[in-house]
């Protein structure tokens, strides 16, 4: 049991002496802290992301997101965790925010594209944009970690599309 706390503050010392070097890092504009926290903050929130603690991961990435706001993979796992709790706008406006970083970010438009399909479920047409979406993945990476899926959703939505004409 004490080594348990011991855990648990260790780990809150920790996060306490890097939002620390955060704000050191902020107020005197010290670029050179800003990499190392930003990564360290993004392991964090995919830390909390495993364990589905979808707040604490969006915090530790908004933290990552402010030390270094160009990287689009730290955009497109805060508008992954955004999604997983319905805040589609969130996501909408991170995975936009990463496309527009990196315009070749595979990853970032097959997950806008699930973000779509699935407003698409309440009513909403997207059902083109999330098409865009996994066919620009597919794209990208043809042989990529949601090849598959991306594939699938293609069919899918092709599938409802030629219902709909008719």
Not at 96 to 105: G, T, W
Not at 106 to 125: E, K, P, W
């Amino acid at each position: 049991m004490l080594n348990n706390l011991e855990c648990i503050s260790n780990k809150s010392t920790t996060r306490i002496m890097l939002i620390l070097a955060l704000m050191m890092s902020v107020l005197t504009g010290c670029q050179s802290l800003s990499q190392p926290l930003s990564q360290r903050f993004f392991e964090y929130a995919q830390n909390d992301a495993l364990i589905s603690d979808y707040d604490a991961a969006i915090t530790n990435m908004s933290i990552a997101i402010a030390l270094n706001p160009i990287n689009s993979a730290f955009y497109a796992l805060r508008g992954q965790m955004y999604l997983a709790i319905y805040e589609w706008d969130n996501a909408g406006a991170d995975f936009d925010q990463a496309i527009e970083l990196s315009p070749n970010d595979a990853t970032a438009y097959f997950h806008r594209g699930v973000l779509y399909y699935s407003i698409l479920q309440t009513g909403l047409t997207t059902r083109d944009d999330a098409l865009a979406d996994f066919q620009r993945y597919l794209e990208l990476a043809p042989e990529g970690e949601f090849a598959a899926q991306a594939a699938e959703y293609v069919e899918n939505i092709q599938r409802e599309l030629d219902a709909l004409s008719q």
